[in-house]
């Protein structure tokens, strides 16, 4: 599940240039614009995973974002995000076990990150004119296939195959804002567990008398085809499983609460807010599943309920991470901290030394239409990378006569582990000006 407010060999077309500081202006500029021509002269195919996908309209996912796909940090050993995932699984793993002393919930984080748009939007009830699934907040391989934008995309299959409880983790895509906290790709976790009758009232007094389902109006409360007893009791296994998840994480004497909200694919459903160093924070989505959804996987006779969360929101909230681009990082001064003998091993993390930033400003006139703020972020990462530690909008002016509207941005550029020269980032910032006149179509302010 995924909050909805209110994801080897392939193509790399972009790679940011090694400067050094003798290294003439015309030389930079020569090698960065002569990668970008080659990268104008895309094939008519996207090859991922040994397949070819040909492009059409809606093709939009850029070789920056496939230099990322197949990287699964998740399954890096002793990684930060692995040491969540492998203690979210040894939790469940210990806590719950089946009829025969093997674990109940089976574990999945290798599956492909490429999926259908049915898979992704419409086996989970989104609705077709749903904001979520725009062009512009997703990264699409052909106008029927996109990289995952949730993991909740295989969850349906899942249960098809005749899974009743289940654990999925893996990297999810979407086009986003570039600050500190997010990034295009990026680990969800999230489970499953169905119930049949039996499983779910053998416990309750006069528990056979009591049923799963009934035909009744939906309420804030219920679903039209679920009985309320049934509903409770999902709800109160759902809250009681998260609630032991994340005293395993964070501690005991943990305060916790739960946020009524609206999930397409849950109902009811709810966010789960920890009370951490003083603060509220949200942690993860769940709920009670769609039995349509339920239904579809073949399990008719049964009632679940669902939830997804972050690695990455919970791993930089348990060792301090500053910046999400850390994840990606190949600096040993950040891996060497999580190389730990047990997983439940406490870590803090110590931070880096910070190098200073670069800030330079972009402003240009938008066309008249087709311009969106994604498409231009989309474009800083490509050309800047892990650079860019942060896009702002802080200005915009409406011609008084042309009626024209202009943007001016302030870009943050910053090195993880060295420091940038204004000269490195001159160039990588004249590049940005000449290819959002070219692709996006805007008209420069400089």
């Known amino acids: 599940m995924t909050l909805c407010c209110g994801l080897r060999s392939f193509f790399q077309f972009f790679k940011t240039p090694v400067y050094h500081q003798q290294t003439k202006p015309r030389t930079l500029r020569h090698v960065y614009f002569r990668s970008l021509a080659s990268a104008s002269s895309l094939s008519d195919s996207v090859e991922l995973f040994g397949k070819l996908y040909p492009r059409d309209d809606y093709t ?17 050993k002793y990684h930060p995000l692995w040491l969540i995932k492998e203690r979210i699984k040894d939790h469940f793993y210990k806590q719950y076990i089946g009829r025969f002393g093997n674990p109940l919930f089976s574990v999945y984080d290798n599956m492909c990150p490429v999926v259908t748009i049915e898979q992704n939007f419409d086996s989970l009830l989104i609705p077709f004119d749903h904001a979520s699934r725009k062009k512009g907040d997703n990264y699409y391989l052909t106008c029927n296939h996109m990289l995952r934008a949730h993991t909740s995309a295989h969850q349906r299959d899942l249960v ?49 008398d009591l049923q799963l389902f009934e035909k009744s109006p939906r309420t804030p ?38 946020v009524d909200c609206y999930f397409p694919f ?23 599943m769609e039995q349509q959804l339920v239904n579809s996987g073949g399990a008719h006779e049964k009632i679940g309920w669902a939830f997804g969360l972050g690695l990455e929101r919970l791993a930089m909230i348990l ?3 500053p910046d999400i681009r850390l994840f990606w990082s190949k600096d040993e001064r950040f891996l060497k901290q999580f190389r730990v003998s047990h997983i439940d091993q406490e870590v803090t993390f110590q931070p880096l030394s910070k190098y200073p ?51 001016c941005y302030r870009i943050t550029y910053r090195h993880m582990e060295r420091t940038l020269t204004q000269e490195e980032v001159r160039v990588l910032h004249k590049a940005l000006e000449i290819t959002a006149e070219q692709e996006l179509g805007v008209v420069g302010r400089y």
């Open 160 to 208: 098809r195959s005749g899974l009743d409880a289940f654990l999925v983790a893996g990297d999810v895509y979407r086009r986003d804002e570039i600050d500190s906290s997010h990034y295009p790709v990026f680990h969800q976790m999230e489970g499953v567990r169905l119930f049949s009758n039996h499983e779910l009232f053998a416990n309750v007094p006069d528990g056979e």
């Open 319 to 321: 060792y301090n991470i």
């Open 60 to 76: 939009n996912v850029t070789p920056k974002i496939l230099s990322k796909v197949g990287k699964n940090l998740h399954n890096q």
């Open 221 to 258: 409360q219920k679903q039209e085809t679920h009985t309320l007893e049934a509903v409770k009791l999902v709800e109160f296994n759902l809250k009681q499983t998260l609630g032991k998840l994340m005293t395993r994480l964070f501690g005991g004497g943990l305060e916790i609460r739960w």
């Open 357 to 407: 930033p670069l800030i330079n400003d972009i402003s240009f006139w938008l066309p008249s239409q087709g311009y969106s703020e994604n498409d231009f972020y989309d474009l800083v990462r490509s050309i800047g990378g892990d650079l860019v530690e942060k896009v702002s909008l802080f200005d915009q002016f409406t011609h008084p006569k042309t009626e024209k509207l202009s943007h």
């Open 266 to 288: 849950t109902h009811p459903s709810f966010e789960m807010e920890i009370k951490f160093q003083g603060e509220w924070l949200e942690v993860l989505g769940c709920g009670v």
